[in-house]
């Protein structure tokens, strides 16, 4: 999978798959067989951290 590059697009992008399809960032990352530590560094870089308690990025 082809994540976006620009960190604010990615926001978006995670944070909708997340509500719409996934109950955790473990779970996204595991079924699209993605690296947890890259979606985020890069989201922090732009002060977002996730929330396991409301299943998103603030």
Do not use: H, W
């Not at 697009?9 to 473990?26: A, E, G, H, K, M």
């Not at 779970?27 to 993605?34: I, K, T």
């Not at 890259?38 to 002060?47: A, E, F, M």
């Amino acid at each position: 999978m082809n994540l976006p590059k620009d960190p604010v697009i990615l926001l978006s992008y995670v944070n909708t798959q997340l509500r719409d399809f996934y109950p955790s960032l473990d779970s996204f990352c595991e079924e699209n067989e993605l690296e947890k530590s890259k979606i985020t560094d890069l989201l922090s870089s732009i002060d977002y951290e996730y929330d396991a308690g409301r299943n998103q990025f603030i």
